[in-house]
């Protein structure tokens, strides 16, 4: 099934993505109320959200797409205000959350932007990381999208300029930089890590929608998860067609399927900062 060459303009996926909210989760580690399956942390109660499958608003085919999706932040030699901890600032009219551990010696740090799902915020696309809080030396970098869900016109500059901030402030290692996401974030995430394989050396898409980009760049590896019970993307629609898909073309692949349903469980949470950080 030749997914990627017939797929719906990616903003058309993550509209979609935000209109799926409802619908209810299994998993024991669900999403806030009338949330894409955002992910909350222990201190808010657990309860279902929804999500969607479409591509990003402002795209209307290969053409719009191509060129929007193409970062141009790089590593750089990094700054001295890469200090242990959470920050928050804003660029581009986006709230930007940058959360940084502690490391082991002096070495450049390994690097994952985390993309929230529709309805979510930057809280959200942590939570489904928090495996990797702790990791040694971890820089999380997660923005949030200006509407309800992503938008190539609206959040991809603010994207890059979040990217371009955390590499001035910390020294990062280039072959250990990541982009995941979960629902709508992490079918953003395949299209922006496919689209820009010389940055993103890996891509974690929690609970993807299956579409990618009009063009690759790149071979970055790929880890997906997706709960065998989700009724928000079906997994047979989101991660098993696009692992089809990639492994079609060759594509270094490892797939996760978990009982449950739209969420990020902890083991999944821990399996996926395993593989980003081997």
């Not at 050396?201 to 009009?214: G, M």
């Not at 009724?231 to 490892?254: F, K, M």
Request: hydrophobic share 40%.
């Amino acid at each position: 099934m030749r997914l990627g060459r017939a797929l719906a303009p990616i903003g058309l996926t993550l509209a979609a993505l935000a209109l799926a909210a409802c619908g209810g989760d299994e998993s024991g580690d669900a999403a806030p109320p009338g949330r894409d399956a955002v992910l909350a942390p222990p201190e808010r109660p657990p309860s279902p959200g929804g999500a969607s499958t479409a591509p990003l608003p402002g795209s209307t085919g290969s053409d719009a797409t191509e060129g929007p999706l193409v970062l141009a932040a790089r590593p750089g030699p990094g700054g001295g205000r890469c200090a242990p901890g959470i920050h928050r600032f804003a660029l581009r009219g986006h709230s930007i959350t940058l959360r940084v551990s502690e490391r082991r010696g002096s070495g450049p740090r390994p690097l994952l932007l985390a993309l929230h799902g529709a309805g979510g915020g930057s809280e959200d696309a942590l939570w489904a990381f928090r495996a990797a809080w702790n990791r040694p030396g971890m820089v999380i970098v997660a923005p949030e999208s200006e509407g309800r869900s992503w938008s190539l016109d609206a959040d991809l500059r603010a994207i890059d300029a979040a990217l371009a901030r955390a590499f001035a402030r910390c020294r990062i290692d280039p072959e250990r930089v990541a982009v995941g996401g979960f629902s709508a974030g992490a079918t953003l995430a395949v299209q922006l890590g496919l689209a820009n394989g010389g940055l993103f050396h890996a891509v974690a898409a929690l609970s993807p929608s299956a579409s990618l980009p009009p063009t690759r760049r790149g071979q970055p590896r790929v880890f997906v998860a997706h709960g065998r019970n989700d009724e928000v993307i079906p997994i047979d629609r989101g991660g098993a067609a696009l692992v089809e898909e990639l492994r079609t073309d060759d594509y270094d692949v490892t797939f996760r399927r978990f009982p449950g349903g739209h969420a990020v469980p902890k083991p999944v949470s821990k399996a996926a900062a395993d593989w980003l950080l081997r």
